[in-house]
């Protein structure tokens, strides 16, 4: 069967194509029914059946003749070091630390965080929580103490695992103290932390409460896996929004298993035993499902890269580490793409390594512009596919189904909805759209397993977020269009989520943070272009009458809070002090039409505008850091 073919069956009877991928996973009791509707618009997938996540990912493969494969591949140009973890072993150092939990009092539906740099142990973390159906939530360790504890009240953590320290190539990062500031903010205190010591930079602990990685596992006994029911939460992960509070995404157990496994053979092309890399980061989405996930399930080796696209030590590590464990499939961010065309344009780093193992590229997490495709498909003489998904959905919502059948890749379009995936394009009216005509991306509910089924202790900010807008639709936030061979095209959010180097983050949460300063009286946060990270965010604020101190002064206080507060992974350098924002007569603030005069793009007045005035007045502003040039 082709892609039509399956898309079709997915869509024609979803209840039998969703049953017969099932079968790809090993059930405690398999399920007898696919599809439960709660009502409502509320739905769950394979709820009666009876599973273990990390039986799948680990156990079963010890027992199928996979024992002595590699798991997980752990290259660290960062600290010189490689370390390859076959099945066997990732099973015996997994119960233990399962172990090591249980011992701590963790069970079933316990929530465990996990703060952790890219090392094997975090990927060993998420699989013992799921070996005994804990429920972890990774933060990722770009974020300060103060989103760590927003996270730490809003999933009231057990217990709490995380390393000494991550290690960026100009610094490390001290990811204890980073803890212990969060754990004394939350209101609520885990009973425990299991603390992975790194000699890079070992931590103090805090006498009672953390317990160092190895005597953690003596405390205990190797557990076995627990049964937990299919919509048992796997995870929580918590995203950006439209303000600071983040949203709790939760994946339900079963459906992630099957929706994953399917896409592994179907989307990235990869067979058991063959290596597959996401060169992404665990406390991200890609990171869940592909680089822990979706490819220990399907029997591949997984890939965990500590370093960056560049400087560690040269453009050329992606090439380097590709070649040199065989990778088959490779799925990055356009950003790390581009940081290294910015670096070896030429791509003579490519030329260096022995790339007959790859069979092609994998983008997403923001748009994939032409340029960086091109340059892609010319160096590499491979794909290139552009694939849209969203932490929501967990895996691809657009893409090009290389394992089934390879579609014509249109350059600009993740390609096509993957089965499952009813999208369309809806006016503000809600009314289905013609092809070639912008809307907002819509899914016609029910959307298929492995998607979220409700955001963590917050089922009316779920409906008021994705269900309420268009009615039996799921509102993906992401503006577009259809093509009249039913290509998918991404063009913008319609909301104030911006995607700084393939990071989601949000511009409301940025606003509360400046808002936050003495000084400040009223604020702006905008995405403005950025040729290497896509966009980059820009804060304007007035100042409260009476204050009189430099405004270079103000600004870099602006940037050091919200590096305090949000974390480096904002990203957040360029902040402006301004008499006045523009606004509509009611009083909102005109930030598209601000983003497009920085973006030095023309646009229309806004018939509602209060006074056209101040714009020239952001324009000159921005002109004399460099933006807004015409
Ligand atoms: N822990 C602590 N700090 C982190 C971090 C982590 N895991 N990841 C990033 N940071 C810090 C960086 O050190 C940087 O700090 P700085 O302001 O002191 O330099 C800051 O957060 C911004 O990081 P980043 O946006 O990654 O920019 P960069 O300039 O360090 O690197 C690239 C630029 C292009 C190399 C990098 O953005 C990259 O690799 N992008 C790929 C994107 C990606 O994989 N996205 C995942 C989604 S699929
Ligand atoms: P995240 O939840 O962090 O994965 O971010 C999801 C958002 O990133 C989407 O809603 C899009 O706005 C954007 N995005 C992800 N992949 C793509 C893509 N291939 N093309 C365009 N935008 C994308």
């Not at 494969?69 to 099945?87: C, N």
């Not at 991306?441 to 029910?446: E, F, G, R």
């Not at 940025?510 to 896509?534: F, R, S, T, Y």
Request: proline share 6%.
């Amino acid at each position: 069967m082709g892609y039509a073919e399956v898309y079709k069956a997915a869509q024609d009877n979803p209840e039998a194509f969703w049953l017969e991928q099932a079968q790809a996973i090993d059930w405690v009791k398999a399920p007898e029914q696919a599809l439960f509707d709660k009502g409502a618009d509320l739905y769950e997938w394979y709820a009666d059946s009876l599973v273990n996540g990390c039986y799948n990912a680990v156990d079963r493969h010890v027992l199928n003749g996979r024992a002595a494969q590699a798991a997980i591949i752990h290259d660290s140009p960062i600290t010189g070091t490689k370390e390859t973890i076959t099945f066997a072993q990732l099973q015996t150092r997994v119960a233990a630390l399962a172990g090591a939990l249980v011992a701590q009092g963790v069970t079933s539906g316990d929530r465990v965080i996990i703060y952790m740099p890219m090392v094997p142990e975090a990927v060993e973390a998420m699989l013992a929580c799921a070996r005994i159906g804990a429920v972890h939530s990774v933060v990722f360790g770009g974020f300060a103490a103060n989103e760590l504890a927003v996270r730490i009240d809003d999933c009231t953590p057990k217990a709490i695992i995380a390393a000494s320290c991550g290690l960026e190539p100009n610094r490390v990062v001290h990811y204890k103290p980073l803890l212990d500031g969060a754990i004394d903010m939350a209101q609520h205190k885990p009973d425990a932390c299991i603390i992975l010591q790194r000699a890079q930079a070992p931590c103090d602990m805090v006498e009672g409460r953390d317990v160092e990685w190895e005597a953690a596992k003596a405390l205990g006994t190797p557990a076995e896996c627990v049964a937990v029911a299919g919509n048992h939460p796997a995870y929580i992960l918590y995203t950006s929004g439209t303000t600071g509070a983040p949203k709790g995404v939760v994946r339900h157990t079963a459906g992630h298993l099957v929706a994953l496994n399917w896409t592994m053979k179907n989307i990235y092309n990869v067979d058991p035993g063959d290596v597959f890399w996401a060169a992404s980061d665990v406390g991200w989405v890609v990171g869940h499902s592909y680089i822990a996930y979706g490819p220990l399930i399907a029997g591949n080796t997984t890939v965990v890269f500590e370093g960056k696209p560049v400087g560690t030590p040269d453009a050329g590590t992606f090439w380097r580490v590709i070649s040199e464990h065989n990778v088959r499939s490779f799925f990055t961010a356009p950003t790390a793409i581009r940081a290294v065309k910015r670096e070896d344009p030429k791509g003579l780093e490519v030329a260096k390594y022995d790339l007959t193992c790859l069979r092609a590229l994998y983008l997403a997490g923001e748009r994939a512009d032409p340029d960086t495709i091109i340059w892609a498909q010319n160096v590499l003489g491979k794909p290139v596919y552009d694939h849209w998904w969203q932490t929501e959905t967990g895996y691809t919502i657009a893409g090009n189904p290389a394992g089934l059948e390879a579609l014509p890749v249109k350059i600009g379009s993740p390609t096509v909805p993957m089965p499952g995936y009813n999208v369309q394009i809806l006016d503000e009216a809600g009314h289905r759209v013609g092809p070639d005509t912008l809307g907002a991306i819509a899914i016609k509910l029910p959307l298929p397993p492995g998607t979220l089924p409700t955001l963590w202790n917050a089922e009316d900010r779920f409906r008021k977020s994705y269900l309420s807008h268009f009615p039996g639709y799921y509102e993906t936030g992401d503006a577009g269009m259809i093509d009249a061979d039913g290509y998918l095209y991404i063009m913008a959010r319609t909301d104030d989520v911006i995607n700084v180097a393939g990071h989601r983050l949000s511009t409301g949460a940025m606003e509360e943070v400046l808002a936050g300063h003495p000084d400040v009286a009223e604020c702006a946060v905008i995405g403005v272009n950025d040729a290497l990270k896509g966009q980059a965010p820009m804060g304007f604020v007035c100042l409260t009458k009476g204050v009189d101190r430099p405004h270079a002064e103000i600004e870099a206080e602006c940037v050091k809070r919200i590096r305090d507060q949000i974390g480096p992974v904002a990203a957040f350098k360029l902040a402006l002090v301004v008499d006045r924002l523009p606004k509509t007569r009611s009083g909102k603030i005109l930030r598209a039409t601000m983003v497009k005069i920085a973006d030095g793009e023309t646009f229309k007045l806004p018939a509602t505008i209060d006074d056209p005035a101040i714009l020239d007045e952001i324009r000159a502003a921005l002109q004399t850091i460099g933006y807004a040039k015409v």
